[in-house]
């Protein structure tokens, strides 16, 4: 259960605080929680997540965690994806999911909203060309509805086609049979996602109070 | 009536003198008196048998009420249709009741008096019920429930607030002198100040209908209206109770009480909703056999809910409100997909009736004498307070719930808010309720209110439109994508959730899964039929309303181009078909038609929703156009699939049922279309045998005309096959029936039967089947598959399809029993997706 540890003097934390935007309080709880969930190693792995148990229930869990390990979302230019990632990097993927302040201009914001999408669209784009392909979409359509029951993979791969239609029409017009829509690009993702208010789907509220003691964490 | 008058010999004249002047005066003569004058009348004159008498006084209360529903549906007409100009400036709500001002002046100057206006009962009982209902069966229950603790603090806090600032300050002035001489204690104005409290969800949804504010702000608005109306209501008998207690009698435990009570009747209301919720769920999981009457027991089981309360004490507007938005989901699933349209057409229909007879009615009500009573003071000090506690208890509201809000309530919104504080009928109803030995200035009271609703719902609701535009405020984001954006909502959820998971952190996430979870698990369980269960996916249901949409769009589209057999360019399909077709047809038979058919689902698709522009918001709450769209598509369907689908016996025989709409599946039917044809093949094969041959081909010309006066192309295209089927069966042996009937049995098994939906294998692509006449000797695909049909059946057969439009009834027969279910394979895209509504 839940590990107080001594916190580590604030100095690394002010460093991260600027660079995620968390404030110091909200990095000492995430900083324990993290140290719970990797048992008090340095490093997290794959497996020290998908042993939460509430995420057990959770359909996109694998694209979930992988967003965790993904390169890509770390903010540092680079691809691919690793093993293990320490505390920065959990709180750069966290930082996503943060409500941002308050008093920021017009265009702050939308470069915080092109972050949030990138990062959805990453966790889309699988293999990283720039591109979610009908295969890939189809794959998390799949995930998405595999735990309604009776949807079968064939409705799944229905549904997924036919958004990946609605996206060939809105973002490039009417197409001609003969032409193949090769898959969805980040510049027609943003487009299809304009009307959507990012900030009530992708933001949570991280509390200064700790509450990391009522989740139930079972290590395997 | 009056025409029958005429009969009726001894008393016509009387009668055509006394009753005219009635009619004409708005059917308002004081109606006892005539009575007897009738009465005494009939009596008086009964000398002989009477052939036809006419008793108006028998059909009076009846009459006089649909006289006036039927004139406020013309009302309601006549606003509708106004110049567009002055709809666009006007809410709809505010010309009612100007129109009510002019009707109430009809009658006024008829009758020197209001003999019509709108009492309390009436609308308590009969014209609000439903509205509340309906607000709340189409209430979109995410959004209202994840703000709905915005809504409350909106809906009890705000409403007290109102409550307590416009009586305290209203009897502040009073003691100041600014009234002069009234005979109002301090409790009057609190009770006064109680019923003028609240937002009215008639007012409120019939202007913010027209101005598409986003989602967030129309749920806080709408939400709030919806739910103070019962905290008034509850509040106003608090108050009321406190009057007539008497102020001296009044200590620290009947305050209590009051609290008390105010809380048992708010949650006893809406508990109570919600146990007649499940009872209606639970009733619609067994009413499959009676899916005629089905959707009726919505309507009763919420007015019961609502009289319930109302007989216990309790608020009856939460309780029918909760009842509405808990029942929802699973009455829609349980129940037929039919008998849910019908729910949402009544719906509608009796809302927007009685919103519309609602604010005629107010408008008439106003021209009485009676009730004005003038005190400046006190009239424009309440508009004036009313309009600025409004403002500053949204303000102070929203401020302490920005401070918990994730997405913080931006300041224009605040402003539309506040400003969209519309009173309306409730608040008048409750004040015509008031009692006036209690209160003596309950007039004084009653003209405040209609002034505040007036004002409010005429000048604020003119320039609520041009506010909003003003302000910018944020609108309904208008957009074409359906399906991907639901899809996208679904992944956020889910990722919000895990991140919260991740994070360790009970949130709003959290229980929002949790709830579903134990929804899912238990309570669908519970209320939900388990095969309506299995179909209820949300995104399935967007879906399946989709490709419905797209189906109705494919039909419309190819009679737009004069014929199903539309040329279009998936040439490839046709091309593989007729491949795989010449070789083994039998066997693959069923899978190409699935498969073709799913291919041209994927085209129709995708060239069909950049057609589909959907111009209603995501969130329609509104009374009005909610189905204004659907209705449309009903109707094209409609039209569409009469025309062109296999018409069966229904257009001969007339059959009533009281329980049944499906003609079509009657078993009878298919049983007596496959006698027919059986017999008519016998005849056929007799014939043959007797070398009764066919003679000539018809007249390519004389059909020709025909096909070109046809509109629709699957007769003419049906027209072209049987010339082909002719030419080439000419001269053909009939003994071919035998061996080939089994191959035909199954092609047609596969679903070729409906050539409606499939237009490419009737005619090469490119070209329309009737300008083809060059290539009438080649045969096309399906007069190939049909050559061995006799010839002689064919022929005769020929004339008669064409008049008939329908190629399918004989046909039909060969395979009807047998294949009925999978008939409708190729019409349907995607088949193995669709449920079975049954």
Known sequence: MGSFQSLPDDHPYRTLSQKTGFSLEQIAILHNRFKQLSQNEETLRRDDLQTIQDLESNPIRYEIIEAFFDKRNFQKDD???????????????????????????????EEMRRAKLRFLFNMHDTDNDGTITLEEYRHVVEELLSRSGALGRETAKGIADAAMLEVASISVGPMAPD?????????????????????????????????????????? | MPSSVYLCLSRAVFLVCFVNPLIMQGLSEDVNEIQDHHHHQQKENLTGLPIVTFRWHHVQTPYLVIIWVFVAGLAKLSVVELSHHVTSVFPESGLLIMLGFVLGGIVWGADMAQTFKLIPPTFFYYLLPQIILDASYFMPNKL??????????????????????????????????????????????????????????????????????????????????????????????????????????????????????????????????????????????????IQIIEAGFIFVVGYLSYL??????????????????????????????????????????????????????????????????????????????????????????????????????????????????????????????????????????????????????ILQGITMKPLVQWLKVKRAAHSDLKL??????????????????????????????????????????????????????????????????????????????????????????????????????????????????????????????????????????????????????????????????????????????????????????????????????????KSAKMGVNPAKKITKHHKKELMHKMSNGHTDSTGHLYEDEVDRAVGREAGAINSTFMRDMYTMGAGIENPVFLPDMDSPAHSPPWLMETEAVAPSQRAQRRLPWTPNRLRRLAPMRISTCSTDSFLMADVSLTLEEHDEQPQTDSEEMRPVFD
């Open chain 2, 308 to 457: 319930t309360a109302e007989m216990l004490s309790l608020s009856a507007i939460l309780s029918i409100t909760f009842c509405g938005i808990c029942c929802q989901k699973y009455v829609n699933a349980n129940m037929d997909e039919k008998s849910v349209t019908t729910v949402r057409h009544a719906m509608k229909l009796l809302a927007n009736g009685s919103e519309t007879m609602i604010f005629l009615f107010l408008g008439i009500t106003a021209i009485d004498t009676e009730i004005w009573v003038w005190n400046t003071g006190f009239i424009l000090l309440t508009l004036l307070f009313v309009f600025i506690y409004r403002i500053i208890g949204t303000f102070l509201f929203t401020w302490m719930l920005n401070k918990f809000r994730l997405v913080p309530i931006e300041v224009i919104d605040q402003v539309v808010m506040s400003y969209g504080g519309l009173r309306g009928a409730v608040a008048y109803g409750l004040a015509a309720m008031l009692d006036e030995d209690k209160i003596p200035e309950k007039n004084l009271m009653i003209s405040t209110t209609l002034i505040v609703v007036y004002f409010t719902v």
């Open chain 1, 179 to 220: 032409e193949f829509y090769e898959g969805i690009t980040f510049e027609h993702f943003l487009k299809i996602l304009k009307g959507i208010e990012i900030e009530t789907r992708m933001h949570i509220h991280f509390l200064n109070m700790d509450t990391t003691v009522f989740c139930k964490h079972h290590s395997a």
């Open chain 2, 484 to 685: 991907i954006e639901k899809l996208n909502n679904r992944a956020f959820d889910h990722i919000l959730a895990a991140v919260e998971d991740i994070c360790g952190r009970i949130g709003d996430n959290w229980w929002t899964r949790g709830w579903n979870r134990f929804e899912e698990n238990y309570i669908s369980w519970l209320l939900m039929k388990s095969k309506a269960r299995k179909n209820r996916d949300y995104l399935f249901n967007i879906f399946h309303k989709l490709n419905l949409e797209d189906a109705i769009n494919y039909v419309s589209e190819g009679e737009r181009q004069g014929s199903l057999a539309f040329s279009r360019s998936d040439e490839a399909a046709n091309v593989d078909f007729k491949k795989q077709f010449g070789s083994e047809f039998a066997d693959v038979m069923p899978n190409i038609m699935v498969d073709v058919s799913n291919y041209e689902l994927g085209i129709e698709h995708f060239s069909v929703t950049s057609i589909v522009k959907d111009t209603i918001p995501s969130v329609s709450l509104d009374i009005h156009g909610q189905d204004r769209k659907n209705a449309m598509d009903d109707i094209n369907a409609h039209h569409l699939l009469q025309q062109h689908l296999y018409r069966s016996r229904k257009n001969h025989r007339h059959k009533y049922s009281r329980s049944h709409f499906s003609i079509n599946q009657n078993e009878d039917e298919v049983q007596e279309i496959f006698q027919r044809t059986m017999r008519s093949r016998l005849e056929s094969f």
């Open chain 1, 79 to 109: 691809v691919g994806s690793v093993d293990e990632i320490g505390f920065e990097e959990f709180l750069t993927v966290m930082s996503y999911f943060r409500a941002p302040a308050h008093n920021i201009t017009e265009e702050q914001k």
């Open chain 2, 144 to 289: 209202f429930f994840s703000n709905l603790g915005a809504i409350l603090i909106y809906a009890i806090f705000g409403t007290c607030w109102n409550a307590a600032t416009v009586g305290l300050s209203l009897w502040g002035c009073y003691e100041a002198g600014v009234m002069g001489d009234l005979d109002i204690g301090l409790l009057q104005f609190l009770l006064f100040g109680s019923l003028i409290a609240a937002v009215d969800p008639v007012a409120v949804i019939a202007v913010f209908e027209e101005v598409h504010v986003n989602e967030v702000l129309f749920i806080l608005v709408f939400g709030e209206s919806l739910l103070n109306d019962g905290v008034t209501v509850v509040l106003y008998n608090v108050f009321d109770a406190f009057v007539s207690l008497g102020g001296p009698r009044i200590d620290a435990a009947e305050i209590f009480k009051g609290i008390f009570s105010f809380v048992v009747v708010a949650f006893g209301g809406s508990f109570l909703g919600i146990v007649f919720a499940i009872l209606l769920s639970l009733l619609t999981r067994c009413t499959k056999h």
